[in-house]
């Protein structure tokens, strides 16, 4: 059975940067197409960003494009994410999720995802 596993959560001030790392385990990660997924207290989750099983196709919403990146290595079995220029309105649990399927399925449609991660929390705050 996959097993997601996030890190790299934590409190931020406006303006600052974190990671997140989603480690992948119980299947060769290199099938799957990996996304970040985020959901606010009281608003819908939302498909932030997704990257294809062989990392040359991602997708991500309009409202994080030019500040997070997303990217993998499938020799690690780890896929990251970027965010740099963190907003309050980024505040929200961030979970992984793996699926066979495509970045649009997976980021836009919400449909696919095999497994999840448990998820880990992102604060913008001052």
């Known amino acids: 059975q996959l097993q997601l596993v996030e890190s790299g959560g934590g409190l931020v001030q406006p303006g600052g940067s974190l990671r997140l790392s989603c480690v992948v385990s119980?299947?060769?990660?290199?099938?799957?197409?990996i996304g970040w997924f985020r959901q606010a207290p009281g608003k819908d989750r939302e498909g932030v960003s997704c990257?294809?099983?062989?990392?040359?196709?991602?997708k991500s919403a309009d409202s994080v494009q030019g500040r997070f990146t997303i990217s993998r290595d499938n020799a690690k079995n780890t896929v990251y994410l970027q965010m740099n220029n963190l907003k309050a309105e980024d505040t929200a649990i961030y979970h992984c999720?793996?699926?066979?399927?495509?970045?649009?399925?997976?980021?836009?449609?919400?449909?696919?995802?095999?497994?999840w991660g448990q998820g880990t929390q992102v604060t913008v705050s001052s």
């Open positions: 999720a793996a699926g066979r399927t495509t970045v649009y399925d997976m980021c836009v449609m919400r449909r696919g995802v095999d497994s």
């Open positions: 990257i294809s099983s062989s990392g040359r196709s991602t």
């Open positions: 119980g299947f060769t990660s290199d099938y799957y197409a």
